[in-house]
């Protein structure tokens, strides 16, 4: 009798999935199919790391220092293996690629002090803080490295370990960035696990886990939290979001319309926090639709290793469909296609860049997420109606409101339901400022210092004595070696 063995096992007798490039359509390559089992011997390994790693902040932050140098000097590697699996422009992706380096600089310079509780009781008080042991990072495919970095590297500047799981639709980049990173950190600081469900449940899951850090859609987030609350641990979610664009009556149509357009369709419509729905004034809306349809047929949509493509394919099979169901159905409610509005005839995912008009308010494609190159477009006649459409669904991510008065603007925005509201520009971030969804689009608060202290948790300590001074500016910048600016040669934080 002879025995069939399974393409999806390895030579070494490991179980590999393949990578699709969705430029083509075609698997080009395989990666690990972790088994749910091998996580504990994963998550020991990163504990153990862990009590070594958590104890010398100079050290660590010299050593993020290190990566960050190592990751940019990988970029030849990274940003092609990163286009090749997500489809993104190959400038994209080695903006992406600089993205996390920077990501890994600001968290190494970043210390989170000590904060004196100043009460007036005769006694010394004060917050230390400390680390939580392993971190499960749990990221999608839309950006897999920045977000990866978005997680890891305040989590590790904070003195925990992190085991990082791709999506199995972009595992190769991770990857590869992790040997990077791990090539200057001390062994099991960072594992990567690459597979298919259940890892990812059974990692957020899992006992030795105290921080679940997760990037996704909602349904899996709740999934997350579920799992992630059998061990109580810390959860932090980013999800999904529904961003609405308010244009007042001022607004300068053609003088916005490029920043608008590539706020709704970078990185091929698939971020969290692009614009995905535009109300305009009933008055300018001809003119809104057509300035954003005009840029929607002059975009070159190719592979993007293409120099000349400045669009690229969606990412994965599913997410097309959802592009097509969600078009469809708005066409089937009585939208009208002003640009693009079906999948491209050739190999590959591609859609065509799409404007809807004279779409109903209550199609899918404006109340859910869509999360394509799509972009419903709605007119208005009163403004209080266009700002409660615009906080009118479950998401609370982002939102933007354009016009020439910029105070007028600011106070509309003010009354936007989200976690970053612009004026006049839409998913522009620093890394130093806080990232957090309101609603379904999240639990917790990434970036900026607010990022480090959701990677550490409190510790006071308390004895008799005269009250300490008012702390200063917190947290603090490090020295370009890893120190703070007053400190003795590395300190050792107690364990
Ligand atoms: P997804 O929720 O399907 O998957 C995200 C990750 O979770 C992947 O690694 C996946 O393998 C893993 N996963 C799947 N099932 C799991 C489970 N039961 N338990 C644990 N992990 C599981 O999302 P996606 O399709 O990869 O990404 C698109 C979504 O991500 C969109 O909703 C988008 O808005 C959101 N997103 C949010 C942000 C943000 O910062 N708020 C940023 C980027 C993307």
Redesign the pocket.
């Known amino acids: 009798m002879t025995i069939e063995v399974s393409r999806e096992v390895s030579e070494s007798g490991d179980r590999r999935f393949p990578v699709v490039d969705p430029a083509t359509g075609e698997p080009f390559d395989e990666a690990r199919d972790r088994r749910s089992r091998e996580l504990d011997a994963v998550v020991v390994r990163a504990h153990h790391a862990w009590r070594t790693w958590r104890a010398d902040s100079a050290a660590r932050s010299a050593a993020l220092l290190a990566a960050a140098d190592a990751v940019a000097a990988a970029a030849g590697d990274l940003a092609p293996l990163l286009t090749r699996e997500q489809g993104k422009p190959l400038a994209e992706s080695h903006a992406e690629v600089a993205r996390t380096a920077a990501r890994l600089r600001y968290f190494a310079a970043l210390d989170p002090g000590v904060h004196p509780i100043v009460d007036g009781r005769p006694v010394r008080s004060e917050v230390r803080w400390r680390s939580l042991g392993p971190v499960a990072a749990?990221?999608?495919?839309?950006?897999p490295l920045q977000?990866a970095s978005a997680k890891f590297a305040p989590a590790l500047a904070a003195g925990n370990t992190v085991v990082l799981?791709?999506?199995?639709f972009t595992p190769l980049a991770t990857q590869l960035l992790g040997s990077v990173v791990s090539s200057v950190l001390p062994e099991h600081v960072l594992t990567v696990v690459t597979g298919r469900?259940?890892l990812?449940?059974c990692?957020?899951s899992h006992a030795g886990i105290r921080h679940v850090t997760?990037?996704?859609?909602?349904p899996?987030?709740r999934?997350?939290a579920r799992?992630a609350g059998a061990s109580l641990a810390r959860v932090t979610l980013?999800?999904?979001?529904n961003d609405a664009a308010v244009l007042l009556d001022d607004v300068d149509v053609d003088g916005i319309a490029d920043r608008l357009f590539q706020a709704a369709f970078r990185n091929c419509g698939q971020v969290?926090m692009a614009i995905k729905r535009v109300y305009a004034p009933a008055r300018l809306y001809a003119r809104v639709v057509e300035a954003l349809a005009e840029r929607a047929r002059a975009v070159v949509v190719g592979p993007g290793l293409d120099p000349g493509s400045r669009m690229g394919p969606v990412n994965n099979l599913p997410?097309l469909a959802r592009v097509e169901r969600y078009t469809a159905r708005a066409l089937a409610d009585g939208a009208r296609a002003a640009a693009g509005g079906r999948r491209l005839d050739r190999p590959g995912y591609f859609f065509a860049p799409t404007i809807l008009a004279d779409v109903p308010p209550d199609s899918p494609v404006v109340t859910e997420?869509q999360?394509g190159p799509v972009l419903p477009v709605l007119a208005y006649d009163n403004l209080d109606e266009a700002v409660a459409a615009a906080n009118g669904t479950g998401f609370g991510?982002g939102g933007s409101v354009w016009g020439t008065d910029l105070d007028r603007a600011e106070a509309v925005a003010e009354r936007l339901e989200c976690g970053t509201a612009w004026i006049n520009h839409h998913a522009e971030l620093s890394l130093a400022q806080p990232?957090a969804?309101v609603k379904d689009?999240?639990v917790g608060v990434a970036g900026g210092p607010w990022g480090l202290y959701g990677n550490l948790r409190p510790f006071v300590v308390h004895r008799p004595g005269a009250s300490a001074e008012p702390a200063t500016e917190q947290p603090r910048d490090r020295e370009p070696d890893g120190r703070r600016p007053d400190a003795d040669p590395p300190s050792r934080e107690r364990p």
């Open positions: 749990i990221v999608p495919w839309n950006f977000l799981k791709p999506s199995p469900e259940p990812g449940a990692l957020a997760f990037t996704g859609s909602v899996t987030g999934a997350v799992g980013e999800l999904g979001g969290c997410q997420e999360f991510l990232f969804g689009s999240g």
